[in-house]
């Protein structure tokens, strides 16, 4: 069973930055597909920045140039670094990723099934 690892939230002012960390573990195998979301109070959660099942980038527009994401080259561990913070980026964190799996729970899938996995999230606070 994998299980993911977030670490690094905080409380940060204004213009401040902080580095997130997710790990996963239960798995010998790269993670398919691993990201940040983040959720606000009142909102519904959203993705953050992430790394897609082809290996490549994807980011919000709110957080382009400003937060980076980044991996190991083991490719279970994730980082995002966040830069020049707003109150607006005020939320829960989570990190998600995806395992490409032929067997769950008693069941052969010929083509495969993506399984996620959550983690269960860093709060990141930015003060005004």
């Known amino acids: 069973q994998v299980q993911i690892v977030e670490s690094g939230g905080g409380l940060v002012e204004v213009g401040g930055s902080l580095r997130l960390s997710c790990s996963a573990s239960g798995t010998t195998r790269d993670l398919d597909a691993i990201g940040w979301y983040r959720q606000a109070p009142g909102k519904q959660r959203e993705l953050v920045a992430g790394f897609t099942r082809e290996g490549s980038t994807d980011y919000a527009d709110s957080v382009k140039n400003r937060f980076t994401i980044s991996r190991d080259a083991s490719k279970n561990t994730a980082y995002l670094q966040m830069d020049n913070l707003n109150p607006e980026d005020t939320a829960v964190y989570y990190c998600?990723?995806?395992?490409?799996?032929?067997?769950?729970?008693?069941?052969?899938?010929?083509?495969?099934?993506?399984?996620?996995?959550w983690g269960q999230g860093t709060q990141v606070t930015v003060s005004s």
């Open positions: 998600r990723a995806e395992l490409l799996v032929s067997f769950h729970r008693g069941t052969y899938y010929p083509e495969g099934r993506y399984l996620e996995y």
